[in-house]
């Protein structure tokens, strides 16, 4: 089973500024298959970048996914008031489990 | 636009079995381009996969779950389910259905997921 671990658990930013969140896998992810999801208090979540760097339907150009092997980032280049919520990473490219990372809280500072 | 709908019971009794439907509209299930997929999430907590489904009944799960967990497809009516047998309190999660991207040349497997039901809470009490 694949681990990711999401860095860092909180991220206290003001709107304006650049947004980097990490994540790190325990073994090579196949591919680069790797996506990233945003999530709001009581919603779903929601896809934001897939294959490590694809931009979801919709998804604003602020937000961006690099990375591959172990290593992968979000980042949202100019914080909005709508991007603060908690981000997951997703890895489907072992066999299963699709693990998903714990999330990182991104906070208004 | 598509839409998937969680229905089934809110509450189910420790060691019973919970089952939840989830009716897929705006879309075939039946599309090869897809996998259908339950996702749980307990109060306060990260997101775990629970397992997915094609339309040709080719499943995954999480090994974790594998041994209480069936997801099953009924075509004709656009409608994939979950049995989890012999829960606990540690089943107590909002359960949600969602649709993967399928990828694949040879064996097709579950993908990114595009599109996610509102989500159920199923609490798991006496």
């Known amino acids: 089973e694949i681990v990711l671990t999401q860095s860092p658990a909180t991220l206290s930013l003001s709107p304006g500024e650049r947004a980097t969140l990490s994540c790190g896998a325990s073994q090579s992810v196949s591919s680069s298959y790797l996506a990233w999801y945003q999530q709001k208090p009581g919603l779903a979540p929601r896809l934001l970048i897939y294959?490590?760097?694809s931009r979801a339907t919709g998804i604003p150009d602020r937000f961006s996914g690099s990375g591959s092997g172990t290593d992968f980032t979000l980042t949202i280049s100019r914080l909005e008031p709508e991007d603060f919520a908690v981000y997951y990473c997703?890895?489907?490219?072992?066999?299963?489990?699709?693990?998903f990372g714990q999330g990182t809280k991104l906070e208004i500072k | 636009q598509l839409q998937l709908q969680e229905s089934g019971p809110g509450l189910v009794k420790p060691s019973e079995t919970l089952s939840l439907t989830c009716t897929v509209s705006?879309?075939?299930?039946?599309?090869?381009?897809?996998?259908w997929g339950w996702i749980r999430q307990p109060p306060g907590k990260g997101l775990e996969w629970i397992g997915s489904?094609?339309?040709?009944?080719?499943?995954y799960y999480n090994p974790s779950l594998k041994s209480r967990v069936t997801i099953s497809v009924d075509t004709s009516k656009n409608q994939f389910s979950l049995k989890l047998s012999s829960v606990t309190a540690a089943d107590t999660a909002v359960y949600y259905c969602?649709?993967?991207?399928?990828?694949?040349?040879?064996?097709?497997?579950?993908?990114?997921?595009?599109?996610w039901g509102q989500g159920t809470l199923v609490t798991v009490s006496s």
């Open positions: 294959d490590a760097s």
């Open positions: 489904i094609y339309y040709s009944g080719s499943t």
């Open positions: 705006g879309g075939s299930i039946s599309s090869s381009s897809y996998y």
């Open positions: 997703q890895q489907y490219g072992s066999s299963p489990p699709y693990t």
């Open positions: 969602a649709r993967h991207a399928a990828y694949g040349p040879i064996v097709v497997v579950p993908a990114a997921i595009d599109y």
